[in-house]
């Protein structure tokens, strides 16, 4: 029963519009393993460069590691009856390279392997599409010790562990996925030190962009043999960038940002090779780059997965504050939905991919537990509303987009934020681990049943002037 149209503050201005999806939309969730598993220790696992990173003073806000987090490792059958009982049709998480091949390259951990298998089949057994991603930032602390990203071997080492995983379920997995956010590990693994492994240097980060690119191509290559049928996807995040003024500095400024952020990994593998101007501009000489290399990242993919948040103001000297007022979530990042539909647009226009599928939209919000335990979240629900009218907007203009995943599933781990941020659908009591869904849990799940919503106020995001 879904009674919350009556709970929702009334609508100010224009009447509701009705939202539907096209049939065969894809509703889901998203996680990633060291942000829900704990059990670090546990079955054979050996370190990451995030069980390391927690362990350093200072790196991680609250002093909080990984060691429990949502405890999914051990309760992962309650957690896919959970995902069952929201009637979503797809699930995202990400697999842990230091549990499957613990010491980096070499001998697989069965046990590692085998609760990855157990979790795909338990997905399946519930009529939940698995949808693992090979690589979300836990790199295996051995390999860091080699260089990490940094060192090319990585590239081939990680090339070497999808195969290892493709050999066990690429009878069952349809889509595979092998890195999250290359953006993110580059450049706050190895430019500004925000994550693990916590370096500040943008040689290293050039490096390392590199690296991740040609971890996936030579990934690619391995998924393509070993299971010709499956479809190949690789998930990018995109933050659009707009200057803050229009003085030369500043729009020289967020050109080259956008380049960074939202051009390094795209063009490559859509064959465009890196922003080239970009490049030289951080006086990047690309000696990292072999004959051949090029050719590998571009290998054909099937699926963008996109992942997106916020846009960002940039200026050329120093951060950019946001004005008094402007929207924005518990971790200050601006609330702006028309972005994503211009992003679409324009990623459709510029690339052409096959398929895209929004593999991670969310907000952490400050969640008001309710004496008898509901979690009145208006503002998350909102928020992801917002965003779907976005998707639906592109969908309508052209843009073959196949399904909306939320992030995340759970309250979980946030990096260096540890766990202030909530950014579930689902509570978790990092005390007792209990799990309740929130309002806008409830919501989503109608809204994937009914494959559609009422846009309240639909006049609200207008369309920005530029
Ligand atoms: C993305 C990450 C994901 C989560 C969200 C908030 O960059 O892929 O793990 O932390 O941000």
Redo the contacts with the bound molecule.
Sequence with gaps: MNDLDATSPAPQGAPSVRKNFPDGFIWGSAT?SF?IEGATGEDGRAPSIWDTFCAEPGRILDGSNGDMACDHYNRFKEDVALIKSLGFDAYRFSIAWPRVIPTGTGAVNEAGLNFYEQLVDELLANDITPLPTLY?WDLPQVLEDAGGWVNRDTALAFADYAAVVVERLGDRVQTWTTL??PF?SANHGYVTGEHAPGHTSMAEGFAASHHLLLAHGLAGRRIRELAPDARLAIVI?FTPIEPATTSNADVVAAYHQNNLENRWYADPIAGLGYPIDTARYHRWEQDEVRPGDMETIAIPIDLLGI?F?TRSIVQAEGDYELPEGTPQNTMGWEIHPPSLGELLRGLHERYDFPSMLIT?NGAPMPDRIRKDGRIEDDDRLDYIRQHLAQVHGAIEAGCPIEGYLV?SLFDNF??AWGYGPR?GIVEVDFETQERTPKKSAEWFSATADANGFDLPDPTRWAPTED
Excluded: G, L, P
Aim: glycine share 0%; no cysteine; proline share 0%.
């Design positions: 990633s942000q979300h999250n956010e993110v995040n992942n948040y991670e992030w946030e990096w950014f």
